[in-house]
């Protein structure tokens, strides 16, 4: 998706939010992807800890490229019927 909202908004002055979200929503491939976007106007907290007990009960797969620093995947985690 990345590669073709860039080559949407080349050389097109990105002035503002509503620019942006509208180049991004009016994105679209040969082979028919379609994005909808929308600005969203919440404002999170920062500096928030995710406690170590979360971190590793995540189920991550390292990327083949750089594996330690980034790009792992979050895979689902299995849960049991109860």
Same mark, same amino acid.
């Given at each position: +998706? $990345? ?5 949407? *908004? ?6 503002? %939010?509503?620019?942006? /979200?509208?180049?991004? #929503? %009016? ?8 994005? %909808? #976007?929308?600005?969203?106007? /919440? ?6 800890? /995710?406690?170590?007990?979360? +971190?590793? #009960? ?5 990327? #083949? $490229? %750089?594996?330690?620093? *980034? ?6 985690? /299995?849960?049991?019927?109860h």
């Amino acid at each position: +998706m $990345f590669c073709h909202t860039t080559e949407n *908004w080349r050389n097109r002055p990105l002035i503002s %939010h509503e620019v942006i /979200v509208n180049l991004i #929503a %009016h994105t679209t491939t040969q082979t028919g992807l379609r994005i %909808h #976007a929308e600005l969203d106007t /919440v404002a999170y907290p920062r500096g928030l800890k /995710v406690p170590d007990e979360q +971190m590793k #009960a995540l189920k991550r797969e390292p990327a #083949a $490229f %750089h594996r330690q620093d *980034w790009n792992d995947t979050l895979k689902p985690r /299995v849960i049991a019927n109860h």
